[in-house]
């Protein structure tokens, strides 16, 4: 079965420099959600999208925006980027806001 | 106060063993309850996914669901090597009668099940 597509799985970038992440939903979820998680941290909500519109918001920093497409894949982009930024970048998608979310393999962003 | 708590653990098991993983939550909008199992560097993968109170069996993982007492529980029976992991728990919560359905994430509990 499809699953949810990251890329690039691995990112290093310097202070900051930009990057963006690419994130590909299984196909027919219209709902996209992204997460980050930091070394031994469980996953913090980011922001969702749901038929390529904003749905939520979390704890992401102004630095941070993202956006869904007309084929349904979300990019996530990062500016100015910090230290404190490395992490692991993870997608879920979903076939609705209520459904279950299936996660991608991430991407493991390195800031130097 | 986390909105979702769960004992870190870690957890060491022999194998056979039956495993029971807990957590607590504080916001009664939670509504739809999650199982995610982690392996080293890679993404959660969901194991179970409930809505109600009460039990939901798939092979050997049991979700167990109290609303009353904010509590859900995992089993897993006869737990094998391959099971060792990270497990979290997630859950959904309505907001102002509108779902937004992030998740909200416990800890996480690390489990070894060694041979």
């Known amino acids: 079965a499809a699953g949810v597509i990251q890329s690039p799985r691995h990112l290093i970038k310097e202070k900051r420099e930009t990057a963006t992440l690419k994130c590909y939903p299984i196909?027919?979820?219209?709902?996209v959600y992204w997460y980050q998680q930091g070394p031994g941290q469980d996953p913090q909500f980011l922001i969702s999208?749901?038929?390529?519109?904003?749905?939520d918001k979390g704890s992401i920093p102004d630095r941070f925006s993202a956006q869904q497409f007309s084929d349904y894949h979300s990019e996530l982009n990062m500016s100015s980027l910090e230290l404190g930024d490395s992490a692991l970048y993870f997608c879920?998608?979903?076939?609705?806001?209520?459904?279950?979310?299936?996660f991608g393999p991430g991407t493991r962003l390195t800031v130097l | 106060q986390k909105e979702v708590e769960q004992d870190p653990g870690p957890l060491s098991v022999p194998e056979g063993a039956i495993v029971s993983l807990n957590c607590t939550y504080s916001?009664?909008?939670?509504?739809?309850f999650m199982w995610y199992r982690q392996y080293s560097r890679k993404g959660p993968e969901l194991l179970m996914y409930?809505?109600?109170?009460g039990n939901k069996e798939d092979g050997r993982f049991t979700a167990q669901v109290d609303k009353s007492s904010k509590y859900i529980s995992l089993f897993i029976r006869d737990s094998q090597p391959s099971d060792s992991a990270t497990y979290l728990c997630?859950?959904?919560?309505?907001?102002?009668?509108?779902?937004?359905?992030?998740?909200?994430f416990g800890q996480g509990t690390i489990l070894t099940v060694h041979p």
């Open positions: 997630a859950m959904i919560s309505f907001a102002g009668g509108t779902s937004y359905g992030k998740l909200t």
């Open positions: 196909p027919r979820h219209d709902t």
């Open positions: 879920a998608s979903s076939p609705d806001p209520e459904g279950e979310q299936f």
């Open positions: 999208f749901y038929e390529k519109m904003q749905s």
């Open positions: 409930t809505y109600s109170s």
């Open positions: 916001n009664s909008a939670f509504q739809y």
